[in-house]
DNA sequence: GCCAACGTTGGC
DNA sequence: GCCAACGTTGGC
């Protein structure tokens, strides 16, 4: 089962929003690659939530309860949207310079392509930072 | 099909 | 608020 990362602006719509609603369509993107990953995702994946722009943490996971559909928000009919629900805060926040201290997270794309809202994640790189959030 | 110009994103 | 990085657009 892939394992996913998904960025939204914390002002936009946080993972406090997402607690609060249970489950939110993850609409809007509009980027081709981030559709695509989108597009892969399967019901029960799970999906870490990433805070840009404020404070650039990881603050928890969420899982794909709907798979991808034509994005309501979208006035053409080229993107996609999925549903997501709340599933759990991180014990602690993983700062965006502490993913980037660790050799083994070099490739992450959150690193490497810091625009690119929705990437997936190796399962190497999904266990790090999963021990990362515990601890 | 190349590439310059432009717009957007997001870290700092 | 600045700017680097990247994606998209459009002229040729």
Redo the contacts with the bound molecule.
């Keep these: 089962m892939p394992n996913w990362l998904i960025?939204?602006?914390s002002s936009v719509y946080s993972i406090e929003d997402l607690k609060r609603d249970g489950s939110t369509a993850w609409d809007g993107v509009?980027?081709?690659?981030a559709r695509n990953n989108l597009s892969a995702m399967k019901i029960g994946d799970l999906a870490m939530i990433?805070?840009?722009?404020?404070p650039?943490e990881l603050v928890g996971i969420a899982k794909v309860i709907k798979s991808s559909y034509p994005d309501p928000s979208a006035t053409e009919d080229v993107w996609v949207a999925v549903d997501i629900a709340f599933q759990k805060y991180s014990a602690r926040p993983v700062k965006?310079?502490e993913l980037?201290s660790i050799p083994e997270l070099c490739d992450l794309s959150?690193v490497?392509?810091?625009?690119?809202?929705v990437c997936p994640l190796s399962k190497i790189e999904w266990d790090i930072i999963l021990s990362l959030a515990k601890s």
Excluded: T
């Excluded at 509009?30 to 690659?33: E, G, I, P, S, T």
């Excluded at 490497?112 to 809202?117: D, N, T, V, Y």
């Design positions: 960025k939204s602006e509009r980027n081709y690659q990433y805070h840009s722009v404020g650039k965006l310079l980037k959150l490497r392509q810091g625009r690119l809202s």
